[in-house]
């Protein structure tokens, strides 16, 4: 059974920093050769790409966290993270990972960011 578990969110301030962590189990990241993104979800809008990394560490942001956001991967822990620096209150929403750029997965239960201004 594949789990995609979030953790690492919580509340800060504006300007804050978080790091997230998304742990796989059930599947390989590397070996089964699957990029792994970041999606978000604010409420009352539909969830959104964030970032995205490939097994061979290739990145792509949205515009509108490019330059205070960074993924990374742990191929040995199985693990994908996002370091998120400069924290605003848009950056505020439920944080889930999965297969990019479309889902393979059922979505885990996310990670909940919230900034305050």
């Known amino acids: 059974e594949v789990q995609l578990v979030e953790s690492g969110g919580g509340l800060v301030q504006t300007g804050g920093s978080l790091r997230l962590s998304c742990a796989a189990s059930?599947?390989?990241?590397?070996?089964?050769?699957?990029?792994i993104g970041w999606f978000r979800q604010a409420p009352g809008k539909e969830r959104e790409g964030v970032s995205c990394?490939?097994?061979?560490?290739?990145?792509t942001y949205v515009d509108s966290v490019k330059g205070r956001f960074t993924i990374s991967r742990d191929n040995a822990k199985n693990t994908v993270y996002l370091q998120m620096n400069s924290l605003s209150p848009e950056d505020t929403a439920v944080y889930y990972c999965?297969?990019?750029?479309?889902?393979?997965?059922?979505w885990g239960q996310g990670t909940q960011v919230t900034v305050s201004s």
């Open positions: 999965n297969t990019a750029p479309m889902p393979s997965f059922p």
């Open positions: 990394i490939t097994t061979s560490g290739g990145t």
């Open positions: 059930g599947f390989t990241f590397a070996f089964d050769d699957y990029a």
